[in-house]
C-alpha cells in the first residue's frame, strides 16, 4: 500500500500546533509519506513547510484555481466529479458561490487522491471542535468538514490533534504500518523557538 496521508485544518490552529504539525511534515516526508494538503494557511502550510525540509519529498498540493495563496504546485483547478462528491457532503451547497464550492471539491481531491480512487491512509488534522467524523461535524469544523466527513465515508482514520490523546494513538497507528515517530517529535516541536524561527511555521 501507498504511503499517503493528508495533512490539514484550520487556518485558525494555535501556533504550538502548527509547530507540532511542521515536526509532523517532516518526520513523514522522511518515512516515505506523500503529503496530501491544500496550500491553505495555517495548518495546511504548516506540513508543506516541514515536508519540504526533506529533499525530495513527495508532495501532492491541490489549489482551487491558479495563484491560490501564490502555491507553486501545478495540481491546480476542480473537475465536475469533485464538485458533484462535495456537493453531496456540504449540508448548505445551494447557498455556496463558485469559489467556496471549488475550495470544497479541492478538499476530496486531498483525501481521495486527483481521479478520486486512491485514498489517503488517515487524515492528521486540527479543527476548533475536534471534529473527527461525520457524526460529529459542526458550525465550528469549517471548510475542513468536508475532508473529514470523505474520509468517515471511506473508513478513513481520522487524527484531530485538537483531542486529547491523538498525537499518542496517531504515533500508534503508525507504529502499526511499521513507522516508528518518537513522541519527543511533538513534545521538541512544542519547546519555545526564537521569532525568526516561529515565523516559518506560519
Keep these: 500500500m501507498d504511503r499517503i496521508y493528508t495533512g490539514i485544518g484550520s487556518r485558525e490552529t494555535p ?45 501532492e498540493i491541490y489549489l482551487p484555481w491558479p495563484g491560490f495563496n501564490n ?11 469533485a464538485l458533484e462528491l462535495a456537493a453531496a457532503i456540504h449540508p448548505a451547497w445551494q447557498r455556496l458561490g463558485p469559489g467556496p464550492r471549488k475550495l470544497h471539491g479541492r478538499n476530496c481531491y486531498q483525501v481521495l487522491g486527483r481521479r478520486l480512487d486512491r485514498p489517503s491512509q488517515f487524515v492528521a488534522c486540527w479543527t476548533p471542535d475536534g471534529c473527527e467524523s461525520e457524526r460529529e461535524r459542526s458550525t465550528r469544523t469549517g471548510g475542513t468538514a468536508t475532508a473529514i466527513v470523505l474520509a468517515s465515508r471511506h473508513g478513513i482514520p481520522v487524527f484531530n490533534l485538537a483531542r486529547p490523546g491523538r498525537r499518542a494513538a496517531l504515533l500508534e497507528f503508525l507504529a502499526e504500518l511499521g513507522v516508528i515517530i518518537p513522541r519527543a517529535t511533538f513534545d521538541e516541536a512544542r519547546t519555545p523557538r526564537s521569532p525568526s524561527t516561529e515565523s516559518r511555521v506560519e
Design 15 to 59: 501556533p504550538d500546533v502548527l509547530a507540532e504539525m511542521r515536526a509532523l511534515g517532516k518526520a513523514l516526508a522522511a518515512a516515505g509519506f506523500t503529503l496530501r494538503s491544500g496550500g491553505a494557511d495555517g495548518a495546511d502550510a504548516a506540513f508543506e513547510a516541514g515536508a519540504r525540509e526533506i529533499s525530495g519529498a513527495a508532495l
Design 71 to 81: 502555491n507553486p504546485s501545478r495540481l491546480v483547478g476542480v473537475g465536475p466529479r
